[in-house]
Nanobody, 124 residues
Framework: QLQLVESGGGLVHTGDSLRLSCAASGRIFSYSVMGWFRQAPGKEREFVGA????????GYADPVKGRFTISRDNAKNTVYLQMNSLRPEDTAIYYC?????????????????WGQGTQVTVSS
C-alpha cells in the first residue's frame, strides 16, 4: 500500500515559481514510477510529467517542458515538482500518482495510487 499527500500549492502571479511536494508512506515508494497530473475546471486530467524509480529518467508534457522539473528523494519518500515561469493556463489541481510496475507512463489509468491533490492558481 502507498499513501500520497501533496503540498505546496497556492496562489501566485504569472512568471512566479512554485514547488510542489508529494510525501509517500510505504517502502514501495522507492521502486515506483512517480507521475504528476493536473486537472483544470471543466477539463480532463492531463499528464504533466513522470520520473522513474531513482530519478535518472524523466518525461514531460509539451506544455510544461523547459519550465517544470520533477525530482525525487527516496530517503525522504518524497517527489517534487518545481514549476517555473508559471502561466494562468497552469491553473489546476495538481495530483501525484504512483505506478508500481512498468516504465514512465503518461496515461493516468496506468497509475495505481493517487494523492488528494493541491490547488495551484496563477493570476495574470
Amino acid at each position: 500500500q502507498l499513501q500520497l499527500v501533496e503540498s505546496g500549492g497556492g496562489l501566485v502571479h504569472t512568471g512566479d515559481s512554485l514547488r510542489l511536494s508529494c510525501a509517500a508512506s510505504g517502502r514501495i515508494f522507492s521502486y515506483s514510477v512517480m507521475g504528476w497530473f493536473r486537472q483544470a475546471p471543466g477539463k480532463e486530467r492531463e499528464f504533466v510529467g513522470a520520473t522513474n524509480w531513482n530519478g535518472s529518467s524523466t518525461g514531460y508534457a509539451d506544455p510544461v517542458k523547459g519550465r517544470f522539473t520533477i525530482s525525487r528523494d527516496n530517503a525522504k519518500n518524497t517527489v517534487y515538482l518545481q514549476m517555473n515561469s508559471l502561466r494562468p493556463e497552469d491553473t489546476a489541481i495538481y495530483y501525484c500518482a504512483a505506478r508500481l510496475w512498468g516504465g514512465l507512463e503518461y496515461r493516468f489509468d496506468q497509475y495505481e495510487y493517487w494523492g488528494q491533490g493541491t490547488q495551484v492558481t496563477v493570476s495574470s
